[in-house]
């Protein structure tokens, strides 16, 4: 199994970046796929997860609204687009692979972690 997520970078406040994890060694769209993010010092935090069709899905309080789970089956890539970007948002974004029936924010039900892909929100 193998999720590698990209598309970090720097941006400024207000802004907004696309992340892509692409999946591979496991039937794709079977699997409920979630985003997750990191600050070094605190704990893993949940931020989305989507179902395995993409019909149904679930966010952080601290970032519903202004992000935006979605993924394409046929490509074995889930994305996470983020808009209104603010310097609190700062982390390493992992996408992560759960055995949970529907998108959940409990850790617990992922399985498989890709590396991260750093995020930075200038102020």
């Known amino acids: 199994v193998q999720l590698q997520a990209s598309g970090g970078g720097l941006v400024q406040s207000g802004g907004s970046l696309r992340l892509s994890c692409a999946a591979s060694g496991f039937t794709f769209s079977r699997y409920v796929m979630g985003w997750f993010r990191q600050v070094p010092g605190k704990e893993r935090e949940f931020v989305a997860s989507?179902?395995?069709?993409?019909?149904?899905?679930y966010y952080g309080d601290a970032v519903k609204g202004r992000f935006t789970i979605s993924r394409d089956n046929p490509k074995n890539t889930v994305f996470l687009q983020m808009n209104s970007l603010k310097s609190e948002d700062t982390a390493v974004y992992y996408c992560?692979?759960?055995?949970?029936?529907?998108?959940?924010?409990?850790?617990?039900?992922?399985?498989?972690w890709g590396r991260g892909t750093l995020v930075t929100v200038s102020s």
């Open positions: 989507i179902n395995w069709s993409g019909g149904s899905t």
């Open positions: 992560a692979r759960s055995t949970a029936i529907d998108p959940t924010p409990e850790r617990a039900w992922y399985i498989s």
